[in-house]
């Protein structure tokens, strides 16, 4: 049993011995005491007979003076613990929380009068895979990990594939080495690039709609109006939408390309397929009404941020790549409005980014490669376009 695992089982009994749960429906037949057992493939017997030990341990400790500290750091919902077992549990997709005439809670994969929907989630990857494949021609090879830039705790430790794919390759390629960037130089470049030099303010290029909704959107994140106003639009959906993922838990230390970069340092060459100040000249390219669309856009979606990223790290761990470009699909880039954004943004970049991965691997060598989830997938993402290079890629 996973670490992880482990620890979600601890805070399942806690919660338990807490809030009196007394019993849990699988498939329609209970399990008592809370416990999750083998049944119709849903736990492996090992996780079964883990889960009764923890039960057993908990039980015992919150029996010494530690009970109130273990409360105080372990309490948490069921839902956390649901949500980790279910992922083994291709049958449950759906989990809903119960209470009959009594009051008992019970949680269930059946629909019950009154009942809260707590988990509604596609059937786990009976595949196993991972989202990194291995792209192989001649001397070269490319191990292509989509990153999420934005992470939790949660999303580690990461799969064993794709820690050892990293170990025995030479080369660590990102699409800007974060950690090697002089910060006064950054400043002066964000300055340049993203602040107003022409002496206008953000406030004279929005209608008063769009304004009006910025100040409530800033006000509810405890943002200075005024510091906004100096930006430009499309800086501004990127500052909104960094914060708001922020507030939710997410980070930028937590992201995957942040992580590896770490790794690397000191043991590992670190190539880097854009740079930083790269990427911040490429939304100069964007016409004024492009970056307010794109504002715009972002003010209306901030509120379903959290959804968004629950679904993009629910498709990532399963390896759907498919289902990363569904949500890619329906964003504002799918629109016909969205078009020219889209090329820039996504398109051109693709093309860009697979051309030098093949002159990297036309030198031979490992190059383990992390780059942004949404540009691996998809007839025009990077895998396809290596394939059309005659690259044998493959997923784990």
């Excluded at 792209?135 to 594939?161: C, D």
């Excluded at 708001?244 to 992201?255: D, I, M, P, T, Y």
């Excluded at 030198?363 to 007839?379: C, E, Q, S």
Aim: charged share 20%; glycine share 8%; proline share 3%.
């Amino acid at each position: 049993m996973s670490a992880e695992l482990a620890i979600q089982f601890v805070k399942a009994a806690v919660y338990i011995a807490n809030n009196k749960v007394t019993s849990m429906l699988v498939d329609g037949k209970f399990f008592d005491g809370g416990m999750i057992l083998m049944h119709k493939g849903i736990v492996s017997p090992g996780l079964s007979l883990a889960s009764i030990a923890l039960f057993v341990l908990v039980a015992k400790v919150f029996k010494t003076r530690l009970r109130k500290r273990l409360k105080q750091i372990l309490t948490i919902s069921l839902f956390a613990v649901l949500l980790g077992v279910f992922i083994v549990a291709p049958a449950q997709a759906r989990v809903f929380k119960c209470t009959d005439e009594s009051g008992v809670v019970r949680f269930q994969d059946r629909h019950c009068p009154g009942a809260e929907l707590i988990i509604d989630r596609p059937a786990a990857d009976k595949t196993n895979k991972h989202f990194i494949w291995q792209a192989s021609a001649g001397k070269g090879t490319l191990f292509l990990l989509g990153s999420i830039h934005f992470g939790t705790p949660q999303m580690y430790p990461l799969p064993k594939v794709m820690t050892s794919s990293f170990e025995k390759s030479d080369t660590l390629v990102v699409e800007a080495d974060i950690g090697n960037v002089d910060q006064l130089q950054l400043a002066q470049l964000i300055a340049s690039k993203a602040m107003y030099q022409d002496g206008s303010n953000l406030r004279q290029h929005l209608s008063a709609k769009i304004w009006h909704k910025l100040e409530q959107v800033a006000q509810s994140m405890a943002v200075p109006v005024e510091l906004l106003n100096m930006q430009k639009p499309w800086f501004v959906s990127m500052t909104l939408t960094a914060l708001a993922l922020k507030q939710l838990g997410f980070s930028e230390e937590r992201g995957i390309d942040a992580h590896f970069l770490r790794l690397a340092q000191g043991k590992k060459k670190i190539v880097e397929l854009e740079g930083l100040a790269w990427q911040l000249s490429l939304f100069d390219r964007l016409t004024v009404a492009e970056q307010v669309m794109m504002l715009e856009e972002s003010l209306r979606e901030l509120g379903e941020g959290k959804a968004f990223f629950d679904k993009m790290l629910r498709h990532w761990r399963a390896g759907d790549a498919q289902g990363i470009q569904r949500l890619f699909d329906e964003g504002l880039m799918a629109e016909a409005r969205g078009a020219r954004l889209n090329q820039i943004i996504m398109l051109d970049r693709n093309k860009s980014m697979a051309e030098k991965l093949h002159r990297l691997a036309e030198k031979g060598g490992r190059y383990f490669v992390v780059i942004g989830a949404g540009h691996l997938p998809g007839r025009q993402g990077i895998v396809a376009l290596l394939r059309q290079q005659g690259y044998q890629v493959d997923q784990f």
